[in-house]
């Protein structure tokens, strides 16, 4: 939506004694809009393609959570209606006939089971009733049967004797593995339970049926998918046991829809992610990322093989040099329900998403040549998406002004197909707001780099005024900022400040080098292409070079306290989620570093390299006042190896710091935390950067 200035209209009738009314002015968005907001996943057309089903999420604001309910729309626009009453539903999918939806929603034991709602009238009724509940629903084709995953194991199904002494149960965890911890996981992992697959028969009632276990054993299994004619299960896994010492290895695999022997089909070497089966079960199309050589960022091809074990696969997007099924990054994706990506046939050609210089979109891909063709074209971000058996594909859509919305695009031979907007779930609020539209700038970077970068300004932007400004740096390293929405960097223009976020080398949407030169030098240049993009918006006039801040999390928060050391320009600073110390980062997070990807060796056999590359090595230059966020249940940046080693230095060293640290949250904080905690993050980065740039007094952060 872009600015608007109210002006006052004065009307002079000879005919009317009143004035015309005054247009209502827009109001600035502020952090707590974010209690308001309404997000939309996983659209899910109908095979008639009349109909699209899809999550609704709200803040209830009052208990502090996320409600997620089942909606649908036709395809036409009508007004969305509740097809489901449930708090915590997700995952619609359609039968093949149209006639049941299955979704998952929690029990009174609140473990999420799958559930069926007759769409021709009736209640909405469980057709599981696993102990460790049942989720990811898949219909087979002739729509009597559903799989679906679970971590139920059979001990889990034994009915507990009566007469047996009760054993007590010890609490203590004995680890054996390297990655014992996993963000987002209140407890330890357990390598006991794994994630397998499960049928469920369905008949003409809906009736609850005995869900039966069809693979079993020690590896996990994902992206289950039934073939054409329902004989075979197929789905992804990683059979190798502590995978993490090699670069990482996932294939496809089938098995007999009643359960039996497990065979491999297709496998290359290195991470297989989406896949999707031909029509006629003959062919196989993924999306995978070669491991070898081994690289900080591999980016993900689109391949062919034929559904026959041991057949070899052929890459068809190997000259193409962008990223297939990518996505850019904001804060503002629905923080409940998924946003599906599916491998799409289409004749002689496959339909896949993007990432192309700071934007998503739909791709057309010859399977005979590899050539890749705009299905969709635009400055936004496409999200999750179906398609019907007519070749209408309903999928949401963000911008830098919209959070995100459902719109449809009707496949064609020829050219870019226009998307068309189908739901307005913010309308009524953004109608109320002044934002900004971000100006896109490509600047040179010291070597000769060409950078891409975004300028927000605030609504009331008066090109003679001098603004503080704050440079926004994104994590990863291997994302991408761009066209699509982020609330963090509109209410910052809102308060006054110039938002400057780019995408310096390491970013994805770039191609492969762009994406991978930063291995084993990050940070590194990268601090250098921030900086050119820093003096570039300086340059223009309208930013005071005195009030200059930075914040960033994960990976941008790494590059926040890199920053600091390197330079004294800036004012104030807010790492967030950050890392300090390489060294011990290394031993401590939630996933390993065993492979060559971001160091060539480990901490002991090159202390050197893990020194030099760390913030708290340099840390005695810094001079800008430093505020830390952090989450205590961030197994992914944990705090030990990050803020809380800043913390300490800095007060040390008697520079101005805070540490700000929220209970319960993981490394999502900004993105699905607890609404409240989302607010407050924004208060206090606010907060923190009002103090320094712009001489506001707080007692909050005074000693």
């Not at 209209?9 to 968005?29: D, E, Q, S, Y």
């Not at 070597?447 to 008066?462: A, C, R, T, V």
Request: charged share 20%; aromatic share 10%; glycine share 8%.
């Amino acid at each position: 939506m872009k600015t608007r200035v109210a002006a006052a209209l004065i009307a002079l009738c000879v005919l009317a004694p009143a004035a015309t009314p005054r247009a209502a002015a827009k109001r600035p968005i502020t952090e707590l809009d974010l209690m308001k907001f309404t997000w939309v996943a996983d659209p899910e057309i109908a095979r008639s393609a009349d109909r699209i089903a899809f999550v609704r999420v709200t803040v209830n604001e009052k208990d502090n959570k996320y409600e997620s309910s089942i909606y649908t729309t036709t395809t036409a626009g009508a007004a969305p209606q509740p097809l489901t009453s449930g708090k915590r539903d997700l995952s619609p999918r359609w039968s093949p006939d149209d006639r049941w939806l299955a979704f998952v929603r929690p029990d009174d034991k609140d473990t999420p089971q799958i559930w069926l709602l007759p769409l021709g009238g009736g209640e909405a009724r469980a057709i599981t009733d696993l102990p460790k509940g049942a989720g990811s629903p898949v219909w087979s084709p002739d729509g009597k049967a559903i799989a679906f995953t679970s971590t139920t194991t059979a001990d889990d199904l034994k009915k507990p004797d009566p007469s047996a002494k009760a054993e007590r149960k010890s609490d203590v965890k004995v680890i054996t593995r390297a990655v014992y911890r996993s963000n987002g996981n209140p407890t330890y992992v357990d390598s006991d339970r794994h994630n397998h697959i499960w049928t469920v028969a369905v008949n003409d009632k809906g009736d609850k049926a005995e869900p039966k276990p069809i693979t079993s054993g020690d590896f996990d299994e994902r992206g289950v998918q039934w073939s054409p004619d329902g004989a075979s299960l197929y789905f992804v896994s990683d059979r190798v046991a502590e995978s993490y010492y090699g670069p990482g290895d996932t294939d496809i695999y089938k098995v007999a829809a009643s359960g039996g022997e497990i065979a491999k089909v297709v496998s290359i070497d290195g991470q297989i992610a989406t896949f999707s089966l031909s029509p006629d079960g003959k062919r196989i199309a993924f999306v995978g990322a070669s491991s070898q050589p081994v690289r900080s960022y591999s980016q993900s091809d689109l391949w062919v093989a034929d559904a026959t074990p041991g057949s070899g696969a052929k890459n068809l997007t190997a000259n193409y040099d962008f990223d297939i099924m990518g996505g850019i990054g904001g804060d503002q994706s629905a923080p409940r329900g998924e946003q599906p990506k599916p491998i799409v046939w289409s004749g002689d050609r496959l339909i896949v998403t993007a990432a192309e210089h700071g934007s998503s979109n739909l791709k057309w891909v010859s399977i005979a040549t590899g050539a890749v063709s705009p299905l969709t074209a635009g400055t936004h971000d496409i999200g999750g998406y179906s398609i019907s058996r007519n070749g209408t594909i309903a999928t949401v859509v963000s911008t830098q002004t919209s959070i995100g919305d459902i719109a449809t695009v009707v496949t064609n031979r020829e050219g870019a197909a226009p998307l068309g907007l189908i739901t307005h779930v913010n309308e009524a609020l953004f109608n109320d707001l002044a934002q900004s539209e971000p100006e896109e700038i490509w600047y040179t970077s010291f070597d000769g780099k060409k950078i891409q970068g975004w300028i927000l300004k605030p609504p009331d932007f008066d090109p003679s005024k001098k603004y503080p400004m704050i440079l926004e740096i994104h994590g990863g390293p291997h994302s991408a900022y761009g066209n699509v929405y982020t609330h963090e960097f509109q209410w910052m223009a809102a308060k006054g400040y110039v938002v400057l976020f780019t995408n310096p080398r390491g970013s994805t949407s770039y191609g492969q080098d762009f994406g991978n030169i930063i291995q084993y030098h990050y940070p590194g240049d990268d601090y250098k292409d921030l900086m050119a993009g820093v003096d570039e918006v300086v340059k223009r006039g309208y930013v005071d070079p005195a009030r200059l801040g930075v914040t960033g999390g994960s990976g941008g928060g790494l590059l926040t306290n890199w920053t600091i050391t390197q330079t004294q320009r800036f004012k104030a600073a807010v790492a967030q989620r950050d890392i300090a110390d390489w060294y011990g980062f290394w031993f401590t997070a939630d996933f390993t570093l065993f492979t060559p990807t971001w160091f060539k060796k480990a901490p002991w056999e090159d202390p050197d390299d893990f020194h030099q590359r760390s913030p708290i090595t340099h840390v005695a230059s810094v001079t800008t006042p430093l505020m830390l966020i952090l989450g205590d249940a961030d197994y992914r940046t944990p705090p030990g190896e990050g803020g809380e080693q800043m913390f300490r230095a800095l007060k040390y060293l008697k520079i101005p710091t805070v540490m700000v640290r929220f209970p319960r949250e993981t490394h999502e904080l900004s993105r699905s935390g607890e609404p409240w905690h989302r607010i407050e993050r924004l208060q206090h980065i606010v907060g923190w950067m009002d103090k320094w740039l712009q001489g506001k007094t707080s007692s909050t952060y005074e000693p």
